[in-house]
């Protein structure tokens, strides 16, 4: 075997799915989350909306009569598994990895002109928001979907770097699922973000952040820490409290949980509403407020 790059025999996701909205503000919902998410990760710079419409049912039906005529024309240039799709769900060869089918592709119908004029507004008002909002796209016609489930907005965030398998995160509507699984009539739209190709994006610019060790050293500390611990967790720093032994014990651990930083409360700090802040790589220490923490910690970290 050959695995490409971001492509293992396990695929592990991480995605947004939002149920009951049959507008399209559900689509550009769907689509402001994908984009806040890459913001925080830091990669949105590195990749590209693209997007296209699938249309309605009608959309899809006439789509389908002008690429069954089309590869009929080429029946016998295609693969074997897309000759028996041909006769069973042609849509499906829009998914075909063959080199073969994939060169017939380039010259297929494109799918925009097939929409019907009830779906074609929905498509124009998804892009008048998009462009209102200042997010960046691209209108690919040439983006479908082979499953009879999905419709109108289809879109992909794809990257340059991961080669062949550019992909990293898809998604669009798909009114048809619920029903197609036996349930009842749910309008649906999502996406689902690879972990693995997010994560070869992130290689080389992510390191862990460096935990901060609290040290509370008694019971009332104690009870403090847990308080203190949300709060830095609440402002995205990562907190881990060490309990037992005595303050050099503690200490120790927290070198070797490679901490950066050591807040250490006891009876005196609670008094001043303080903790003893210590600076695990150069030794010092400074008193600062329990409300100051979190913006000291950032200062002194960034």
């Not at 927290?254 to 050591?262: I, L, V």
């Amino acid at each position: 075997e050959r695995p490409q790059k971001g492509r293992y025999r396990q695929f592990t996701q991480v995605g947004v799915e939002i149920f009951g909205l049959n507008s399209y503000h559900g689509d550009i919902e769907a689509i402001q989350i994908a984009e806040n998410f890459l913001s925080r990760l830091g990669l949105r710079n590195q990749v590209s909306l693209e997007l296209n419409s699938l249309g309605d049912g009608a959309s899809r039906d006439n789509y389908r009569e002008k690429l069954v005529a089309y590869f009929t024309r080429y029946k016998n240039d295609l693969s074997k598994d897309s000759q028996r799709r041909l006769e069973q769900n042609p849509l499906r060869i829009l998914d075909s990895k063959d080199e073969g089918d994939r060169k017939l592709l380039k010259d297929a119908p494109l799918y925009g002109n097939s929409l019907t004029i009830e779906a074609q507004p929905f498509f124009d008002q998804v892009l008048k928001t998009l462009d209102t909002l200042g997010i960046q796209y691209h209108h690919n016609p040439h983006l479908v979907r082979g499953l009879d489930y999905y419709c109108h907005t289809a879109f992909e965030y794809v990257s340059t770097d991961l080669g062949a398998q550019g992909t990293v995160l898809a998604g669009g509507r798909y009114d048809g699922l619920v029903k197609n699984l036996g349930g009842p009539e749910v309008s649906g739209v999502g996406w689902a973000a690879g972990v693995d190709r997010l994560a070869l994006l992130l290689d080389g610019d992510f390191a862990a952040p460096r935990p901060v060790a609290i040290i509370p050293m008694g019971e009332t500390a104690e009870a403090k820490s847990f308080e203190l611990a949300n709060l830095l967790r609440a402002q995205n720093i990562v907190a881990e409290t060490f309990y037992g032994g005595n303050l050099g014990k503690r200490l120790k651990k927290a070198t070797k949980a490679d901490a950066s930083t050591a807040l250490i409360i006891g009876d005196d700090e609670l008094a001043q509403n303080q903790a003893q802040v210590r600076l695990l790589d150069k030794g010092t220490e400074e008193l600062v407020a329990f409300d100051k923490l979190a913006a000291y910690i950032k200062d002194i970290t960034s």
